[in-house]
């Protein structure tokens, strides 16, 4: 595969710093009174693709864009589409109602962003090669806002994302952290009923065993003992220190 070419003639010292394949990265090349910015358009959403877009200064002044004249109007274009995925993307922000929006907005504004910043600093060196150039001092303004806005917008968007994902991990730690009050409740509560209803089993059974004539002040004692009982169980579970507290808080 080979770069595209144009019908311009660059000078040799710029063809030397160009590569066979493609012309690779956004940069300025300012060789022989001659400028060359090689800027690419913004990243398309889920496949990143750009294309490339070339611009070439000659020394008078005259401004070509992939081979043809009339490149200034082509630059404005270039950065105006930026400016039109920065509102895109700054709409969508605002609309975004959950962290998968917020997700998918980020997924884009990555590359977008980090477009948009090679961009600036591209036109800046175009800017620093060409002294007094007044489209390049406009441009380079224009692009360094876009850049900027960028960055903004995706540092928000991630601030947004990760305020939602914190909030949804605490609603979580909560609700879990109210399961297991009151599974710890239950497990006390069964605990202490237990024994009364084992010894409530046991004298409940169709058995003669002698204490059915008895007075109904056993009955009581019985139900004390289970009682009893069921507390040295809860000591057990939950140690003695806090068996007490346990059970008021029961």
């Not at 058995?207 to 000591?235: C, R, S, T």
Request: proline share 3%.
């Amino acid at each position: 595969m080979r770069r595209k070419t144009f019908s311009w003639t660059l000078p040799t010292e710029i063809e030397a710093r160009l590569g066979e394949a493609t012309y690779g990265r956004q940069r300025a090349i300012a060789e022989a009174d001659h400028l060359l910015l090689i800027l690419h358009t913004p990243p398309e959403p889920d496949t990143h693709a750009r294309s490339t877009e070339v611009f070439l200064w000659k020394p008078d002044g005259t401004v070509w864009w992939n081979g043809v004249t009339g490149g200034e109007p082509k630059l404005r274009k270039l950065l105006a589409w930026y400016r039109e995925r920065l509102e895109h993307y700054d709409a969508a922000y605002e609309r975004a109602a959950s962290a998968s929006d917020l997700f998918e907005i980020l997924d884009d504004l990555a590359s977008l962003s980090r477009a948009a910043a090679n961009l600036a600093a591209a036109v800046q060196a175009g800017r620093e090669a060409r002294r007094g150039d007044k489209l390049l001092i406009a441009m380079r303004d224009e692009a360094y806002e876009i850049s900027r806005e960028f960055e903004l917008l995706f540092h928000d968007a991630k601030l947004a994302l990760d305020y939602r994902i914190a909030r949804s991990a605490e609603a979580q730690m909560v609700k879990a952290q109210e399961l297991a009050t009151a599974q710890h409740k239950l497990n006390v509560l069964a605990a202490v009923t237990f024994p009364l209803m084992a010894i409530a089993t046991i004298f409940g059974m169709n058995l003669v065993h002698g204490l059915e004539d008895q007075p109904a002040v056993l009955f009581w004692l019985i139900l004390a003992g289970g009682g009893v009982i069921g507390a040295v169980v809860v000591a057990w579970m939950v140690g003695r220190t806090e068996c007490l507290k346990t059970l008021f808080d029961v």
